[in-house]
Each structure stands twice: as C-alpha cells, then as structure tokens.
C-alpha cells in the first residue's frame, strides 16, 4: 500500500515536472531565458524552472546588479567600530530560496555530491 502510494507520488513528479518542462518550452521568451541560465555551469534543468519561477520575467531588472541584489547574491562590506579591515560577506537580503538554489548549483562543477537538482 505504501509502494503504490511512492510509486503514484513519482507519476505525478514526473507529470508536473514535464508540465513545466512544456510551459517553457511553449513560451519563446522562457525558453531563451531558461537556455541562458543553463549555460551556466552547474546549473541544471530543475535549478532553471526555479530561477524562472522566483524571478518570472528577467527582463524587468534593468541592470546586474539590480538582479543580484533582488537574489541575494550581493557582496556586503562589515564594518565595526574603527576597524580599517571590514569583512566581506554575502548579503542575506532578498530571496533567500533562490539564492540557496544558486549556492547549492555552484558546488556541482566541483563533483561534490550535494542533494540539488
């Protein structure tokens, strides 16, 4: 009874997965979107419908930078004090699923074997 149930659990993955994949594909500027983000490397088809999905239209950032910073994958001094040696970290402002999925993308071409799609 439970296999039956992992094994439709699986269908229906697999049928939602290739409803998104059709959705894409049916919009001409999805698809051109969706090619470039997965020239980059480390990023596959699942990190894509995701990106898409957090950003929907790409083309309403005016700049990199604006992109970036709406993911959270800004750079971001720290300063303390009278410190002259200010820290470098990552933002932790806007979408922090997207940028978890970014992170987790960047380990791929390196052959670890984290859990990301």
């Known amino acids: 009874?439970?296999?039956?149930?992992?094994?439709?659990?699986?269908?229906?993955?697999?049928?939602?997965?290739?409803?998104?994949?059709?959705?894409?594909?049916?919009?001409?500027?999805?698809k051109q979107d969706a090619e470039l983000i997965s020239s980059t490397p480390g990023i596959r088809p699942k990190t894509v419908a995701r990106i898409l999905a957090y950003l929907s239209d790409i083309r309403r950032f005016k700049s990199a930078k604006s992109l970036t910073a709406f993911i959270g994958v800004t750079p971001r001094q720290r300063l303390s004090g009278s410190s002259l040696k200010g820290r470098t970290m990552m933002s932790r402002t806007g979408r922090g699923d997207a940028s978890q999925s970014l992170y987790m993308s960047a380990w791929l071409p390196f052959g670890t074997t984290l859990s990301c799609a």
């Open 1 to 30: 009874m439970v296999q039956d149930h992992l094994q439709w659990l699986d269908k229906q993955i697999a049928r939602i997965e290739s409803d998104i994949d059709d959705h894409i594909d049916g919009h001409p500027k999805l």
